[in-house]
Every structure is written in C-alpha cells, then in structure tokens.
Nanobody, 126 residues
Framework: QVQLVESGGGLVQAGGSLRLSCAASGRTFRRNAMGWFRQAPGKEREFVAAISWNGGGTSYADAVKGRFTISRENAKNGVYLQMNSLKPEDTAVYYC???????????????????WGQGIQVTVSS
C-alpha cells in the first residue's frame, strides 16, 4: 500500500519558520515529480510548490515565492518544504502529493498528482 505521510506542522508565530517533511512508503518516487498543496478553511485546495523527478526544476506559487523552498532526497524517498517568514495567511492544511508518471517536471495542477498524504495542519498566529 502506497502512503505519503507528512510531518513537521504545528503552531508558529508570524515571521517564524517550519519545515515540513513527506515520507513515502510502498513504492519509490525517485523518478516522479512531487508537490505540496494547501487548503485553508472555506477555500479550495491550492498549489504551493513542485519539484521535478530529479530535483533539477522547482516551481512556486506567487504567494510563497522567496519564502518557501521545496527539496527532495531520493535516497530517503522524501520531499521537504522549508517555510520561512510565515504569515497568518499561510495557515492551512498542507498536503504532499506525488505524480505516478515518470520523469516529469512537476505541475501546479492537482489533477496531475495521483498519490496524496492525509495532510498536516500549519497555523501561523499574528
């Protein structure tokens, strides 16, 4: 059974930092793009960041560009999201996602991802 499990969320003050981790099990995603999405209360799920299968390409939503960094460690079958200068509007449930197609660059569209984690809460207080 394929699982993506997020960790590292929690409560932080505005201006602080958090590092989210996503650990995959059940199969390897070393040849697959991965991404992070988030969903705030009352809002639709939105794209945060994506990373290509080999880590050579990344993309970010405008709202997080310059503050968040996505990275991956294929040896550990994991992907990470370093979040700095957090703002109250970053409060949301954050989801890790993986594309089942190989050698992809990563997409901002949630429809391109086939595997999803259960989500983890990030709360930024003002």
């Amino acid at each position: 059974q394929v699982q993506l499990v997020e960790s590292g969320g929690g409560l932080v003050q505005a201006g602080g930092s958090l590092r989210l981790s996503c650990a995959a099990s059940g199969r390897t995603f070393r040849r697959n793009a991965m991404g992070w999405f988030r969903q705030a209360p009352g809002k639709e799920r939105e794209f945060v960041a994506a990373i290509s299968w080999n880590g050579g390409g990344t993309s970010y939503a405008d709202a997080v560009k310059g503050r968040f960094t996505i990275s991956r460690e294929n040896a550990k079958n994991g992907v990470y999201l370093q979040m700095n200068s957090l703002k109250p509007e970053d409060t949301a449930v954050y989801y890790c996602a993986a594309d089942s197609d190989m050698y992809t660059r990563g997409s901002a569209s949630s429809h391109e991802y086939d595997y999803w984690g259960q989500g983890i809460q990030v709360t930024v207080s003002s």
